[in-house]
């Protein structure tokens, strides 16, 4: 199994997209995150989890899931950085490859340490923006092969059968 934890804050910081969506509101861009990522998640088969740091969340440590995508946000004292140390850690086995989405260079280097594969936060948005090209592709094929009618009928037999549909004579 492979396993993505992302550091999210990064994301949110890096990308574009995420970045115009924090100046208005931070709710949103993690909003916006968690969906981006639950696409890549379904289409990729990867296991996501988000880690947020509990800056601008009151409360203790929080962990739910939405959209199939796991989010933590740490507790009041814990850094993202020390919870996605501590996953990795946790998750690591001769089955699971982890991988960590930070552009945090110290961090790439802890996790690295651990036996988990970086990835910049510049490298996820490549892939991200990869997999949605490769989404559109796959639907333009179905819609491609998909038939609009089951069976071919002529254009004499198309047009009884819709008046009779329409309950015409």
Do not use: C
């Amino acid at each position: 199994m492979d396993i993505l934890i992302v550091d999210g804050y990064n994301m949110i910081g890096a990308w574009p997209e995420l970045v115009q969506l924090k100046q208005k509101d931070l709710a949103a861009a993690r909003d916006r995150l968690i969906e981006i990522l639950a696409e890549y998640q379904g289409f990729t088969g990867f296991k996501v989890i988000i880690v947020f740091d509990a800056y601008g969340v009151k409360g203790i440590e929080k962990r739910y899931r939405q959209h199939r995508v796991e989010v933590i946000y740490t507790k009041l004292e814990e850094t993202a950085d020390e919870r996605i140390e501590k996953l990795a850690n946790e998750l690591n086995s001769r089955t699971t490859q982890i991988y960590v989405a930070t552009s945090d260079f110290t961090e790439q280097w802890a996790i690295f340490g651990q036996g988990a594969l970086r990835i910049s936060a510049r490298e996820l948005l490549e892939e991200v923006a990869d997999t949605d090209r490769r989404i559109e592709k796959r639907v333009e094929k179905t819609q491609e092969k998909a038939p609009l009618r089951k069976i071919d009928l002529s254009q004499d037999l198309t047009e009884i059968f819709e008046k009779w549909r329409r309950g015409k004579k």
